[in-house]
């Protein structure tokens, strides 16, 4: 069963600094895109920045510059390196990747837990 499961979320001052890891597991053939989404309490879930298999990215232009996208395609893991912190940024982040399972039948979309930042002082 294929499963996404974030890490790195917690509590920040304004102007700290986060690095959000999700680590996608299972009987996984191929990821194509990964990405983060954040959800604030009352507010639509928005796209914070994605990348694809061949390292294509894309950013809301609330992060640009401030929040940096990567992945390790090895360990089936992104991360969302999150630099210059504010208040505005405080939302429930979530994984979510586009994955093939062994088997066969194509590309499926998968969503993890949720993960909460906090940008405070």
């Known amino acids: 069963q294929v499963q996404l499961v974030e890490s790195g979320g917690g509590l920040v001052q304004p102007g700290g600094s986060l690095r959000l890891s999700c680590a996608a597991s299972?009987?996984?053939?191929?990821?194509?895109?990964m990405g983060w989404y954040r959800q604030a309490p009352g507010k639509q879930r928005e796209l914070v920045a994605a990348?694809?298999?061949?390292?294509?990215?894309n950013y809301a232009d609330s992060v640009k510059g401030r929040f940096t996208i990567s992945r390790d395609n090895a360990k089936n893991t992104v991360f969302l390196q999150m630099n210059s912190l504010k208040p505005e940024d405080t939302a429930v982040y979530y994984c979510?990747?586009?994955?093939?399972?062994?088997?066969?039948?194509?590309?499926?979309?998968?969503w993890g837990q949720g993960t909460q930042v906090t940008v405070s002082s």
């Open positions: 979510n990747a586009d994955i093939a399972p062994m088997g066969g039948g194509g590309y499926y979309n998968y």
């Open positions: 299972g009987s996984i053939f191929s990821i194509y895109a």
């Open positions: 990348i694809t298999l061949g390292s294509s990215t």
